[in-house]
Structure formats: C-alpha cells, structure tokens
C-alpha cells in the first residue's frame, strides 16, 4: 500500500510593515507646516503604510482621537518626539512620562526597552545634525535613519550607512516629511507584528530594509525653496526642555506633551 503524502504545515513569519517614524504635521511648534495630523494619517493610508509615528520638535502629538483616526485607516500610531539635545536632534518612540531630557546623560537614564531612540539625518550639514555626537553616544541609540533628501550625485547618507556598516548597527529609512509630497521617497519595510513591542525588536534585530530613491535635480530644487519658505514663515522659538506626562490610551499608558521653557 503507498503511503499517504505528507502535508508539510509552514508557520507563517511576521508580515512586512510599512513604516515610517520620522514625520512632521502643523502642530509643530517650530516648522509652519500646512497639513494637520489627520490628512498626514490619510496620505499614509492611502499609500499602504502601516505604522507611522509623528514626531513634532519638542512637541508629543498623540492622544486617543489620533489613535483611534489612525487605527480606523488601518494604521498604527507609534507615539514619537523630535527632541532638541544640546541644540542637535534626537528621536524618541514611545518617550516614558515625567522625564526632562534636556542633555545625553538625562537619555541615557530614560532607555528603556520599551523605548527607541533613533539619530536622525545625523552627518546632513546644519547645526541640528548630530555629527561627532553620534559617534561619541553610539550607545545611546537603536537605530540611524538613512533620510530622504539625496541625489545621485549629492548623498549625505554614506556616513550613516559606513557607520552602521562597521559597527553593525540597524539603518531606517525614514522621510522626515514637512511637505505630504515627501511621504514614500524613503521609509523601511519591518519583518514584525504589527504591534509596538515586535516592532522595536525586529528593529534591533535588523530585520528590516531601507526603501528609497533620489531626488531629481528638479525635485530637489523645489522642495529646497519650498523649506526656506516655510522657515521664514516660522516663528523664532528658543529651545526649551521636555518632559511628559501619563494618559491612558485604550489600557496602555500613553503620554502626553508639556513644553517647559
């Protein structure tokens, strides 16, 4: 008698996300950004993306109307800030509540695993960059993000990715768009559930890509006027520490932002 065939059963892995974590809407304090949260939400959607975070300067834009505006478009809502550290931008994910960051040392004691921290555009000219800081705190962050705004010709990303190259360090792509045009140039395909936790770790565990392509020289040039324009329309704001505190969103604490100057 011929034995049966075996059915050979495969578990199947994580899906493939599409994220980005570096995203900016009119509710920041310090860039005169025309889009409010909810169409960045429905731009995102509309490209399949998802989990996102918005990371105003400074500022926590996520409360439990987001949440759930985002939840609905099948996105998930990762609570993020651009932090301002000794006048050089930092990412936190997930920030933990009633902490002021306001220097490296002051990160270093809010690591936590359920946070990420990420250096953004860290070798791009500009005062905000973090340059030889990076190197100098590697062990303060999870990951560094390989930014949208390069040409064939003209890409400040090499640095990062050398870096992370020799020291085995995880690269995101992220597109740190002001203007909706820039959401999908650049943003990572993560290999995790579709939750905070699986997410962070497939990040430190490098199971993700880097999705991008350069600008043209058109392109370039007019996302270049467009951001001078908006900087000019920006009120001057001086920079000023952080700290948060608790809300609760749907069983899980969440936070919620106060600027202190």
């Known amino acids: 008698m011929k034995e049966?065939?075996?059915?050979?059963?495969?578990?199947?892995?994580?899906?493939?996300?599409?994220?980005?974590?570096?995203l900016h809407t009119a509710d920041d304090p310090y860039d005169r950004i025309r889009y409010t949260s909810k169409e960045l939400i429905s731009k995102a959607a509309?490209?399949?993306?998802?989990?996102?975070?918005?990371?105003?300067?400074q500022c926590l834009t996520f409360n439990e109307d987001l949440y759930d505006y985002a939840k609905e478009r099948g996105i998930l809502l990762?609570?993020?800030?651009?932090?301002?550290?000794?006048?050089?931008?930092?990412?936190m994910l997930n920030p933990l509540h009633g902490k002021t960051i306001s220097d490296f040392p002051?990160?270093?004691?809010?690591?936590?695993?359920?946070?990420?921290?990420?250096a953004p555009h860290p070798y791009y000219p500009g005062i905000r960059s973090l340059n030889g800081y990076l190197l100098k705190h590697l062990h303060l962050f999870d990951a560094i993000e390989y930014c949208y705004f390069y040409t064939p010709w003209i890409n400040f990303n090499q640095r990062a990715v050398e870096l992370s190259e020799a020291n085995g360090f995880p690269l995101i792509g992220n597109s740190d768009a002001h203007f909706l045009s820039q959401l999908g140039t650049t943003y990572s395909i993560i290999h995790a559930e579709k939750n905070?936790?699986?997410?962070?770790?497939?990040?430190?565990?490098?199971?993700?890509?880097?999705?991008?392509?350069?600008?043209?020289p058109s392109e370039m040039g007019s996302l270049v006027r467009r951001y001078f324009?908006?900087?000019?329309?920006?009120?001057?704001?001086?920079?000023?520490?952080?700290?948060?505190?608790?809300?609760?969103?749907?069983?899980?604490?969440?936070?919620?932002?106060?600027?202190?100057?």
Do not use: C, Y
């Not at 932090?83 to 990412?91: G, K, S």
């Open 4 to 22: 049966p065939a075996k059915v050979l059963k495969f578990r199947r892995g994580p899906k493939a996300l599409k994220v980005d974590l570096h």
């Open 46 to 57: 509309d490209q399949g993306f998802d989990v996102i975070s918005i990371t105003n300067h």
């Open 78 to 91: 990762i609570p993020g800030i651009e932090l301002n550290i000794r006048n050089r931008h930092v990412l």
């Open 106 to 118: 002051s990160l270093s004691r809010v690591r936590r695993p359920e946070t990420l921290v990420i």
């Open 196 to 216: 905070m936790e699986s997410i962070f770790r497939a990040i430190r565990q490098k199971k993700l890509e880097v999705v991008s392509r350069p600008l043209s």
């Open 229 to 261: 324009k908006m900087k000019l329309r920006s009120p001057i704001m001086m920079p000023r520490q952080w700290s948060t505190t608790p809300t609760l969103i749907h069983g899980t604490s969440h936070t919620a932002a106060i600027g202190r100057r």
